[in-house]
T-cell receptor, first 109, second 114 residues
Framework: GQQVMQIPQYQHVQEGEDFTTYCNSS?????IQWYKQRPGGHPVFLIQ?????EVKKQKRLTFQFGEAKKNSSLHITATQTTDVGTYFC?????????FGTGTSLTVIP | DSGVTQTPKHLITATGQRVTLRCSPR?????VYWYQQSLDQGLQFLIQ???????AKGNILERFSAQQFPDLHSELNLSSLELGDSALYFC?????????????FGEGSRLTVL
């Protein structure tokens, strides 16, 4: 099946520090999505990337799709306590959405 | 509120039993996906339905089955339950028959098998 590696698995940061999670695929992707799941909550869609080298920003969040379309990253600038949660990348192939293992972000006030 | 409704929110049952989880997709969404999330685990795709037809199947056990009804709600049936089936089961809906449209997740049904 499709392999989607996401690193790191856990990240603790001080409030105000930056945070980055990476998603790597063994194959070329047609698209990638990012979701956030707050503790005790359900995944919520953040964004979708489809173009090689695409960069999209949402306030303090920056999403990037690799030039080879095999990897993607999510960068949060100046983390806040509201950023706490698990961030998943997801790719669609073969009629299935494959989710990465997720990166759990803890923000220390 | 995603617009996706899942019931029950919590369920506690014993090994060997059978349970049914229910999902009502967002109004207008024809695709329903089921995912299993175990403790500290990612989202494991189980099965997808589109407009009543099975569209894709993931790592769904033979003890599990699902269906989507004419009114587009879906049910996931889990039988001969084992301790390892304890997990959070999410339903998600999408307007598209195939991806990569946005998935809207329900709040999940937490199953505990004792």
């Amino acid at each position: 099946g499709q392999q989607v590696m996401q690193i790191p698995q856990y990240q603790h940061v001080q409030e105000g520090e930056d945070f980055t999670t990476y998603c790597n695929s063994s194959t070329t992707l047609s698209n990638i999505q990012w979701y956030k799941q707050r503790p005790g909550g359900h995944p919520v869609f953040l964004i979708q990337l489809v173009k090689s080298g695409e960069v999209k920003k949402q306030k303090r969040l920056t999403f990037q799709f690799g030039e080879a379309k095999k990897n993607s990253s999510l960068h949060i600038t100046a983390t806040q306590t509201t950023d706490v949660g698990t961030y998943f990348c997801a790719l669609y192939t073969g009629n299935q959405f494959y989710f990465g293992t997720g990166t759990s972000l803890t923000v220390i006030p | 509120d995603s617009g996706v409704t899942q019931t029950p929110k919590h369920l506690i049952t014993a090994t060997g039993q059978r349970v049914t989880l229910r999902c009502s997709p967002r109004s207008g969404d024809l695709s329903v996906y089921w995912y299993q999330q175990s403790l500290d685990q990612g989202l494991q795709f189980l099965i997808q339905y589109y407009n009543g037809e099975e569209r894709a199947k993931g790592n769904i056990l033979e003890r599990f089955s699902a269906q989507q009804f004419p009114d587009l709600h879906s049910e996931l049936n889990l039988s001969s339950l084992e301790l390892g089936d304890s997990a959070l089961y999410f339903c998600a809906s999408s307007v598209a028959p195939q991806g990569p449209g946005e998935l809207f997740f329900g709040e999940g049904s937490r199953l505990t098998v004792l």
